[in-house]
């Protein structure tokens, strides 16, 4: 039976004896477990592991693949011939081409500790026994309480002598929460992530889920008009999600966004700096190269207001005229060739969630959000969205909301930014950013 590296050196030399100018294997994997406790008891225990390859060949001037998750010798002619088919089919007229690699790579871990099957357990059964006893108005937990851990591997090797492998881990602890009194029924969520299961805090996590479901009970709309508004830190990374499509060269060159060609333009307001950082510490997306091979390095997209570049793969930067940023991306091993960005937020301010509701004086903080597939266009820029939160008054903090429509364009709210806060957070990922106030946006509640 073939090892791995001989595999994709059989490979690679095969695509290039059928004629392919130039071969590229890349190979991806996961593994993962996770136990959700209900009730005292494991509720759901799973453990499951995918991958495959995908093979790229240049013919011709075009790029063609394949892909497959057998990794066995009789998969190889297989492979080759599909790919240069699809080669063949291509009709794209921009120029295609392999990397050699980067003249050095930073040095970066991912890799955690997951714990053992026991401790996950454990903890998925202690996460659904504490949040339980934190309020008496909260009795039952959602369908989403437990444990989750995994591990990618990712390797990328072409005809070129590009070879490059990396490795991570992810360890996840959730609760959500049913909170009920009288007739009022109310949810709440809350998560913690990171790459060593010991370093969770499960304790705070109950706390916070059971504290969201709880303050709801005593929520209704407030009256509609426009007012200024916070989006607290734990949802401006959704709102950011929705929309960072807009900063892909991709998308720009194709007509889907309307910051094509606005580099060195004023797009936001001076507090507004958004960081693209693929070599953050114990970040979701951190990694030493992107999916073409290149090097990756922490960039400024938007500094103090001003557009500083939108991200690119090595395509696109050639259309542009300038170098990649080092943002290529798959979706998987079966996906093309795109761009996204790899740890992105916004940078903080020095002002507290407290300080910046003494600003606002009077109006909304919003602490979460709803039908952001349907109610925001990537496009546009506009959104309409369901929403909770509270009211402050005279700075302080008020009743809470729920039932509201919040809507604006993101576009036009990076502009009318007011001050971004201290509070940095990462709730669920690879997207970050402080609690934002926003100068006014549209409510319609009551």
């Not at 509070?423 to 934002?436: E, H, M, N, W, Y």
Request: glycine share 10%; hydrophobic share 40%; net charge negative.
């Amino acid at each position: 039976m073939m090892t791995r590296d001989e595999f994709f050196r059989a490979l690679l030399q095969a695509a290039r004896d059928a004629g392919a100018e130039e071969a590229e294997a890349f190979f991806l994997q996961s593994e993962s477990m996770r136990a959700l406790a209900r009730q005292g008891e494991i509720d759901d225990y799973s453990v499951n592991q995918s991958g495959g390859l995908s093979l790229r060949v240049l013919k011709d001037g075009k790029v063609g693949s394949a892909f497959t998750e057998a990794l066995d010798e009789q998969a190889i002619p297989m492979l080759v011939q599909n790919a240069l088919k699809s080669a063949a089919l291509i009709d794209d007229a921009d120029e295609q081409f392999f990397f050699a690699g980067s003249p050095e790579y930073a040095d970066v871990s991912c890799q955690g500790d997951a714990g053992t099957p026991q401790q996950r357990i454990a903890m998925a059964l202690a996460l659904d026994r504490d949040a339980r006893k934190i309020d008496p108005l909260v009795t039952e937990l959602g369908l989403y309480t437990g444990v989750e851990t995994g591990r990618g591997t990712l390797r990328l090797t072409n005809t070129l002598g590009l070879d490059l492998s990396h490795t991570w881990d992810e360890c996840a602890c959730f609760v959500s929460t049913i909170a009920r009194r009288d007739a009022r029924t109310t949810s709440g969520f809350a998560m913690d992530w990171g790459q060593r299961l010991c370093a969770l805090d499960p304790e705070k996590t109950c706390r916070e889920a059971v504290e969201s479901a709880v303050f709801l009970l005593d929520a209704k709309p407030c009256k509609s008009g426009t007012m200024p508004v916070i989006f607290r830190n734990d949802c401006m990374p959704s709102l950011l999600g929705a929309f960072c499509g807009i900063f892909s060269a991709e998308a720009a060159q194709k007509g889907l966004s309307l910051l094509n060609g606005r580099e060195g333009e004023k797009i936001a307001a001076d507090c507004i700096t958004l960081v693209d950082d693929p070599l953050l510490a114990g970040g979701a997306a951190t990694r030493p190269f992107d999916l073409e091979g290149v090097a990756t390095y922490r960039k400024e997209i938007i500094s103090a207001g001003k557009l500083a570049t939108l991200l690119h793969n090595l395509k696109t930067a050639k259309k542009a005229g300038c170098k990649t940023t080092g943002n290529a991306s798959r979706g998987g091993y079966a996906s093309s060739v795109g761009v996204s960005p790899s740890n992105l937020y916004l940078c903080p301010g020095t002002k507290s969630l407290q300080a910046l509701c003494a600003q606002m004086g009077s109006g909304l903080v919003v602490t979460g959000l709803s039908g952001l597939h349907a109610g925001a266009d990537p496009i546009s820029g506009d959104f309409s969205l369901l929403c909770e939160g509270y009211l402050v008054e005279n700075g302080q903090k008020s009743r809470p909301i729920d039932q509201v429509t919040v809507a604006g364009n993101f576009y036009r709210l990076l502009q009318d930014a007011v001050a971004v806060g201290d509070d940095l957070k990462f709730p669920s990922g690879a997207l970050g950013s402080p609690s934002v106030l926003v100068g006014a946006l549209t409510v319609a509640g009551q």
